[in-house]
């Protein structure tokens, strides 16, 4: 029998997994439901509402009133739904996403402003997902405090493909024989501070002021250069302010 109210009734069929939605407008029946109205079949399936991954399908049907059914205006619908999956693209793509940032790497100059560098990576897209948005990459200035003046005696010639020490900024360059002479070729000061140490030789020690070694309390004893080195032997060497 028609209901004189709308109501909004859920069927479950488990067989099928779906559930039924009727939707029924005001009409006026007896409870004989002599007016005699019927449904109509259910149509087919429509197709899966996703483009991708799980969507909803449904079928639906209409009761058509009968001669003594009194209606309104919408007609009375009944809905199927399904769930369902797309099958030309089962799994929705997946986005790429960004990792964290690296660690910045080292200055490209001591002083006098360079650059250090990030960078992070895109990762998890599959196909048809869109890629990460923004820069991989990622730079600053650094070390913007300014270099120390350049000595006078400081000869640009010695820097060549054959020198073999770089000063701290990674600008300048001295030969290997002026390494460790007690001077300072560097214009920040850093030729003095990487004199290598050999097994069975002495170390060194300088301690600078203003960009040039101070004097020595004690006796500096000069070696022999050997094994190609030309650190100097140093037995006792003791700088001061």
Same mark, same amino acid.
């Given at each position: 029998?028609?209901?004189?109210?709308?109501?909004?009734?859920?069927?479950?069929?488990?067989?099928?997994?779906? #559930?039924?939605?009727?939707?029924?407008?005001?009409?006026?029946? !007896?409870?004989?439901?002599? $007016?005699?109205?019927?449904?109509?079949?259910?149509?087919? %399936? +429509?197709?899966?509402?996703?483009?991708?991954?799980?969507?909803?399908?449904?079928?639906?049907?209409?009761?058509?009133? =009968?001669? *003594?059914?009194?209606?309104?205006?919408?007609?009375?619908?009944?809905?199927?739904?399904?769930?369902?999956? *797309?099958?030309?693209?089962?799994?929705?793509?997946? *986005?790429?996403?960004?990792?964290?940032?690296?660690?910045?790497?080292?200055?490209?100059?001591? @002083?006098? =402003?360079?650059?250090?560098?990030?960078?992070?990576?895109?990762? $998890? %897209?599959?196909?048809?997902?869109?890629? @990460?948005?923004?820069?991989?990459?990622?730079?600053?200035? @650094?070390?913007?405090?300014?270099?120390?003046?350049?000595?006078?005696?400081?000869? %640009? +010639?010695?820097?060549? &493909?054959?020198? !073999? #020490?770089?000063?701290?900024?990674?600008? %300048?360059?001295?030969?290997? &024989?002026?390494?460790?002479?007690?001077?300072?070729?560097?214009?920040?000061?850093?030729?003095?501070?990487?004199?290598?140490?050999? +097994? =069975?030789?002495?170390?060194?020690?300088?301690?600078?002021?203003?960009?040039?070694?101070?004097?020595?309390?004690?006796?500096?004893?000069? =070696?022999?250069?050997?094994?190609?080195?030309?650190? #100097?032997?140093?037995?006792?060497?003791?700088?001061?302010?």
């Amino acid at each position: 029998a028609l209901m004189e109210t709308r109501k909004l009734c859920l069927a479950f069929a488990a067989s099928s997994l779906a #559930f039924t939605v009727v939707l029924l407008n005001p009409v006026s029946a !007896n409870t004989n439901n002599d $007016g005699k109205g019927h449904w109509t079949e259910w149509t087919e %399936m +429509s197709e899966c509402s996703a483009t991708c991954g799980s969507g909803t399908s449904r079928a639906s049907r209409t009761y058509i009133p =009968g001669p *003594n059914d009194k209606v309104g205006k919408e007609p009375f619908m009944a809905y199927r739904t399904f769930t369902c999956t *797309n099958s030309a693209l089962p799994q929705c793509p997946r *986005n790429g996403m960004w990792t964290g940032w690296s660690s910045w790497s080292d200055c490209t100059k001591a @002083c006098g =402003g360079g650059e250090r560098k990030r960078k992070r990576s895109c990762y $998890g %897209m599959s196909e048809g997902g869109k890629d @990460c948005e923004g820069e991989n990459f990622d730079e600053e200035k @650094c070390s913007k405090e300014p270099c120390p003046r350049l000595p006078p005696h400081f000869d %640009m +010639s010695k820097c060549s &493909a054959e020198a !073999n #020490f770089t000063c701290a900024s990674g600008k %300048m360059c001295i030969a290997s &024989a002026q390494k460790c002479d007690s001077t300072v070729q560097c214009h920040d000061g850093s030729d003095e501070l990487k004199c290598p140490v050999k +097994s =069975g030789w002495g170390s060194v020690r300088y301690d600078l002021r203003d960009g040039a070694p101070t004097q020595s309390k004690a006796g500096l004893w000069l =070696g022999l250069v050997m094994e190609g080195i030309v650190c #100097f032997l140093l037995t006792t060497a003791v700088w001061h302010h």
